[in-house]
């Protein structure tokens, strides 16, 4: 069966850092885009993070310089290095899979999410 | 780049519901649409505006016009109660979503 189980949330304190991993089973994560989506606590959906299937990387502006997606082959497995964390980066991280933008850029299978509690 | 979404659309059992999303030249784009149940991870139900997943049923299909993609979902259950959103890509704001729809089946 085809997943992605995310791993790495926690409860952290503002100003603390924290690392996120995403491994999938039966399809392999370099040659896709994979991303990162998170939900703060009733509130809706937000693209934070995407690598591309050519390795560049895009961040949504709130956290660009201070998040960093990677992945690793070897593992299956896809990152996202959190630091300097507020408390609005509190959330709900999910690990998508997606697709180039030129098809709409839609975001095909989703993890079941790990939760990031910044605690001021 | 923004998509706006009604927090809420309300229909009766059995009845048509319509879950608009609108942007600029949103018609333009490839828009879809996933739909989230309590405590569930959001799923795909349409994507390239018109094209539904394998095993998303019939009765969900999507449409657009010039500023505006709509979901229709129709002889809709109970089930179907859940949070909906759009989603389309545009270089400047790649990868954006709608605020999200509350679907109410009462």
């Known amino acids: 069966e085809v997943q992605l189980v995310e791993s790495g949330g926690g409860v952290v304190q503002a100003g603390g850092s924290l690392r996120l991993a995403c491994t999938a089973s039966?399809?392999?994560?370099?040659?896709?885009?994979m991303s990162w989506v998170r939900q703060a606590p009733g509130k809706g959906l937000e693209c934070v993070s995407v690598?591309?299937?050519?390795?560049?990387?895009h961040y949504k502006v709130s956290v660009r310089g201070r998040f960093t997606i990677s992945r690793d082959s070897s593992k299956n497995t896809v990152f996202l290095e959190m630091s300097s964390l507020t408390t609005d980066d509190t959330a709900v991280y999910y690990c998508?899979?997606?697709?180039?933008?030129?098809?709409?850029?839609?975001?095909?299978?989703w993890g079941r999410g790990t939760l990031v509690i910044v605690s001021s | 780049y923004e998509l706006t979404q009604p927090p809420s659309v309300s229909v009766s059992p059995g009845q048509t519901a319509n879950i608009t999303c609108s942007g600029d030249k949103l018609g333009g784009r490839f828009a879809c649409w996933y739909h989230q149940k309590p405590g569930q991870s959001p799923e795909l139900l349409i994507f390239q505006t018109t094209k539904r997943p394998s095993g998303v049923p019939e009765r969900f299909s999507g449409s657009s016009s010039a500023h505006t993609a709509t979901l229709t979902i129709t002889e809709t259950q109970p089930s179907d109660e859940a949070d909906y959103y759009c989603?389309?890509?545009?270089?400047?704001?790649?990868?954006?979503f709608g605020g999200g729809t509350r679907l109410t089946v009462l």
């Open positions: 039966a399809m392999s994560v370099t040659g896709t885009y």
């Open positions: 989603q389309a890509w545009d270089v400047l704001t790649p990868w954006v």
């Open positions: 690598i591309y299937n050519n390795d560049y990387t």
């Open positions: 998508a899979r997606n697709h180039e933008p030129a098809a709409g850029g839609y975001f095909d299978l």
